[in-house]
């Protein structure tokens, strides 16, 4: 999250954007992409021809490395994300869902009050209305 960093800002613990409550993370940083058709996995050294293989691979010979204790998948969060535009440079054209609208203002109003509470500072303040 480039405007956190930018601000110096630490995340508490009990929000859910923070590092240690995203489920995939430690997958995530154990996938090695080392050329153009080949994924290794950084537990055990094995390779892959397709980053899509690899995740097979962790759910089934890595699942009991997964943070399961508090972790939580971050992708239940890409409604107030936005990932969709992230993830992918083609827009679509789709009709609006106000009911999905409605849910995901009220995530997104719910990480920024969590995690970037406005009585901490004007930095938290700054945060919150990005």
Not at 37 to 50: A, D, H, S, V
Request: hydrophobic residues 30%; aromatic residues 8%; neutral net charge.
């Amino acid at each position: 999250m480039p405007f956190v960093e930018q601000e110096r800002y630490k995340i508490s613990s009990g929000c859910r954007l923070h590092p240690d409550n995203d489920l995939y993370r430690d997958q995530e940083q154990h996938k090695h992409h080392v050329d153009i058709n080949e994924w290794r996995c950084g537990y055990c050294r094995k390779n892959f021809y397709e980053e899509k293989y690899l995740d097979k691979h962790f759910d089934n010979r890595h699942f009991d490395l997964l943070n399961t204790s508090h972790g939580r998948c971050l992708a239940d969060l890409c409604g107030a994300l936005h990932c969709d535009l992230v993830m992918d440079s083609s827009l679509r054209k789709t009709k609006c869902n106000p009911a999905a609208a409605a849910r995901n203002k009220h995530l997104c109003e719910s990480l920024a009050d969590s995690c970037f509470p406005v009585s901490k500072g004007p930095v938290t303040g700054r945060l919150h209305g990005i």
